[in-house]
Each structure stands twice: as C-alpha cells, then as structure tokens.
Nanobody
Framework: QVQLVESGGGLVQAGGSLRLSCAASGRAFSSHTMAWFRQAPGKERIVVARIRTDGVYTDYADSVKGRFTISRDNAKNMVYLQMNSLKPEDTALYYC???????????????WGQGTQVTVSS
C-alpha cells in the first residue's frame, strides 16, 4: 500500500511557475513508476509526465514538453513537477500516481493522491 499526498497547487498568472510536490508513504516507493496526471472540467484525466523508478528516464505529454519537468527523490519518497511558462489551458486538478506493476513506459496507476488544483489566469 502506498499513500500519496500532493501539495503546491494554487492560482498563478499566465507565464508564471508552480512546483507541485507529492509525498509518498508506504512500502517500496523506489519500485514504483511515478506520474502526474491532470483532469480539467469536462475532460478526461490524462498523464502529463512520468518518471521511471531510477529517475533516469522521463516522458512528457506533447502539450507540456519543454515547460514541465518531473523529478523524484527516492531517499525522501518525493516526486515533483516543476511547471514553467504556465498557460490557461494548464488549469486542472493535478494528481500524483504510482504504478509498480507495469513495464516502462506504460503507466497503469495502482495508487492515486487526492489531487491539487492548479488555476492559471490569463
């Protein structure tokens, strides 16, 4: 069992930055691929960034490439999402997710956080 708690969301103007954090507790954090998903009102939940267990490999949705950076600290059981050059279309509820069963780069989360709201004003 892994528990995930996100923080760092908020209201920011277009062009600004935010850093989301996800604190994980439970067993074997370092054996989980970690990801950030987002869901805007009326839209499906999509993966925006994922990071392999060792932190070496990452993958991003085309819509955030070059603007978002995912990282992890296995010693601290933490995952981060640095979001720069934010746009109004980045407005969504952002979720942290963990998957220990799939083979990279597939992500089928077993565990989810409760989400943190990001709102970007124009």
């Amino acid at each position: 069992q892994v528990q995930l708690v996100e923080s760092g969301g908020g209201l920011v103007q277009a062009g600004g930055s935010l850093r989301l954090s996800c604190a994980a507790s439970g067993r074997a954090f370092s054996s989980h691929t970690m990801a950030w998903f987002r869901q805007a009102p009326g839209k499906e939940r999509i993966v925006v960034a994922r990071i392999r267990t060792d932190g070496v490999y990452t993958d991003y949705a085309d819509s955030v490439k070059g603007r978002f950076t995912i990282s992890r600290d296995n010693a601290k059981n933490m995952v981060y999402l640095q979001m720069n050059s934010l746009k109004p279309e980045d407005t969504a509820l952002y979720y942290c997710a963990a998957d220990s069963r799939s083979i990279w780069p597939t992500i089928r989360p077993e565990y989810w956080g409760q989400g943190t709201q990001v709102t970007v004003s124009s």
